[in-house]
């Protein structure tokens, strides 16, 4: 380890600059990789969070890193797939998986990679399975086949067996004892009821409302529960996540719910954040387009009172502002976004009316 020039602080530092809010999930990640770099036994990872709340963008942020540093290239061999592919398992034992790592492996090292090499790309691989909530063995109390062929299909490989797979007219036994899981998913009925749970006061002490104040002084109420402070295993097996399934996750992480402050920084900070992204297209036209920092946090109150959707409630505000002005845009001048645009935007949403938009030039 003395010898290995990454360190988990040099990971966190990197993914920090593209995922907001979520450092500890970050934390967990940057460990699990450098322990899977260096060949140590890696802990597979489960994230429990609300859609938006960065899971993909945690596994973008990694596979970014990987790429961006040339020595680690044999190592930047990551998949990412939804669940329900694995419920539609023909050949079972999962190698729908290892076929895509294979030929992900295959286009990385080049034509002239011996199967052996491709192996070694193969057993050192990286998964990422999307949407996991989506492959619950029950289903309104009845058993769901496709949920558990894709669970069996997982177990399989993250059993540490070795498993026969056939490509190219070659027949290969697949160590999958190295490779490492991140499987993601927002499990929304999870959450209910856990929170019915916790509300209730059935073995915690019931939450109460608090009283939450924006920046900009607009007042609303909440109730501080994060799922992370109640969840247990017992919640994940009613949910229909089998105990031998969620047992090869030894990292289990909760994703923060994202703040007004935290989307806020999303909204703006990100190479490729909305903000961001939205002014290189008006440059096309030469306009320089600004927000005001009362715009900045009308956007962002209004992102975190859709609590279950996340950063993408950010889109949603955003293009109710920007789309006829990115539908009509004058060349030259500055266009400047202010908080009273936003106010309108929102209004006209909540009130089902025709929104309306101002333009300030110079």
Do not use: C
Not at 73 to 97: D, H, K, S, T, W
Not at 151 to 162: F, I, K, S, V, W
Not at 207 to 216: E, H, Q, T
Not at 264 to 293: C, H, M, N, W
């Amino acid at each position: 380890m003395s010898d290995f020039p990454i360190r988990p602080k040099d990971v966190f530092d990197e993914i920090r600059k593209s995922v907001v809010g979520q450092d500890d999930a970050i934390r967990e990640i940057s460990v699990a990789l450098v322990k899977h770099l260096v060949g140590h036994p890696a802990p597979n990872m489960l994230m429990i969070g609300n859609s938006g709340s960065g899971k993909t963008t945690l596994m973008r942020a990694v596979e970014y890193f990987l790429a961006n540093h040339g020595e680690l290239r044999e190592f930047a061999n990551i998949v990412r797939m939804n669940a329900n592919v694995l419920a539609e398992e023909r050949q079972g034992y999962g190698r729908a998986v290892l076929g895509r790592l294979y030929a992900n492996a295959r286009k990385m090292l080049g034509p002239d990679a011996t199967p052996d090499a491709i192996v070694r790309g193969v057993e050192r691989g990286i998964v990422f399975i999307d949407e996991v909530d989506k492959i619950r063995s029950i289903v309104s109390g009845a058993p769901n086949v496709r949920g558990i062929v894709a669970q069996e299909a997982l177990l399989t490989l993250m059993e540490n067996e070795n498993v026969e797979f056939e490509a190219d007219g070659w027949s290969f036994v697949i160590n999958s004892s190295h490779i490492l899981f991140v499987a993601g998913g927002a499990f929304e009925e999870l959450y209910e009821s856990v929170l019915r749970r916790a509300t209730i006061g059935q073995d915690v002490t019931p939450m109460k409302p608090v009283v939450v104040v924006s920046s900009s002084g607009e007042v609303r109420e909440e109730l501080p529960f994060h799922l992370g402070d109640y969840l247990k295993y017992d919640d994940l097996f009613r949910y229909g996540m089998t105990p031998q399934f969620i047992s090869r996750f030894e990292s289990i992480v909760v994703l923060n719910d994202l703040a007004e402050g935290d989307l806020a920084r999303i909204f703006v900070e990100p190479e490729q954040s909305i903000f961001r992204t939205s002014r290189e297209y008006f440059k096309r036209f030469g306009i320089d387009l600004q927000i005001t920092r009362g715009a900045l946090v009308a956007i962002a109150w209004d992102a975190a009172r859709q609590k279950r959707v996340g950063a993408r409630a950010l889109r949603e505000t955003y293009r109710r502002v920007i789309r006829a002005l990115e539908f009509e845009p004058t060349a030259g001048g500055t266009l400047t976004i202010d908080e009273e645009m936003v106010k309108r935007a929102i209004a006209a949403r909540d009130g089902g009316g025709a929104q309306a938009h101002r333009r300030t030039g110079s």
